[in-house]
């Protein structure tokens, strides 16, 4: 930061005054960034790779990811979604509470249309409760990149592939039912890790996880700081 970090500690300070204003009107609150706040995995397991064990990259300097998430936990009530984007990879992460590792709130991060980043295009649709702005359902739209590229036909069908609800056996996309979708996912090999691997990278191979890598790829979708990462059991 070769001007400072004052701008960002103003956003999170306007970030808390504008969750004080909606809390005391009583009217909830999206969050909607571009980069994802938490742990990126990809990042984190390269390091491992190539000899840090206690690697967990975060693309947020932690003091603002701390501050972040001590803001959301102190709204929780209000905030009743995140989104996020940056990746290209359609994924979706619980934010903890720093003081007690609480899952407080949920951020779904945004497939890309684009496709150089190992994923097939797709886009998210969401249901939401008008009155609370809860999402209670989603449906990923996608296509695949080896059938269709280079085409100039406009009626390419994009089709559903990927629901969350369906995919993890979940009501809605609450943080209760999300982190209860990440409880049932510690074997690779069960079915909500692999719905959580091919709506990643929209059934793509170069994105696809392994067993290997799994155990960080979970853990960055719980714990959201990197001492939470490296805490986690």
């Not at 009583?26 to 491992?48: K, V």
């Not at 790779?49 to 003091?63: C, H, K, L, T």
Request: proline letters at 8%.
């Amino acid at each position: 930061y070769p001007r400072g970090t004052s701008s960002g500690w103003a956003q999170l300070e306007q970030l808390e005054l504008a969750l004080q204003a909606a809390e005391a009107a009583d009217r909830p609150a999206w969050l909607i960034l571009h980069i994802p706040p938490g742990i990126n995995p990809f990042s984190t397991w390269q390091q491992q790779q190539a000899g840090d064990p206690n690697a967990a990259a975060s693309d947020w300097q932690e003091p603002f990811l701390e501050s972040f998430c001590q803001i959301i936990a102190s709204h929780s009530n209000t905030v009743a979604g995140i989104f996020a984007g940056h990746y290209h990879n359609r994924s979706w992460q619980l934010i903890a509470d720093p003081a007690t590792t609480n899952a407080v709130a949920a951020m779904q991060i945004a497939n890309g249309i684009l496709y150089n980043h190992g994923n097939n295009p797709g886009f998210t649709v969401f249901a939401y409760d008008r009155q609370t702005f809860a999402l209670l359902a989603e449906a990923t739209y996608s296509l695949d990149v080896a059938s269709y590229e280079g085409t100039l036909d406009p009626d390419v069908p994009w089709s559903i592939r990927f629901s969350q609800n369906q995919g993890y056996g979940i009501p809605d996309l609450s943080p209760a039912s999300l982190e209860s979708a990440w409880s049932s996912m510690a074997d690779f090999d069960s079915p909500p890790a692999r719905h959580f691997n091919a709506e990643y990278s929209g059934d793509r191979t170069p994105c696809a996880m392994t067993g290997s890598n799994w155990p960080v790829y979970r853990n960055a979708i719980r714990y959201t700081t990197p001492t939470q990462f490296r805490n986690a059991p």
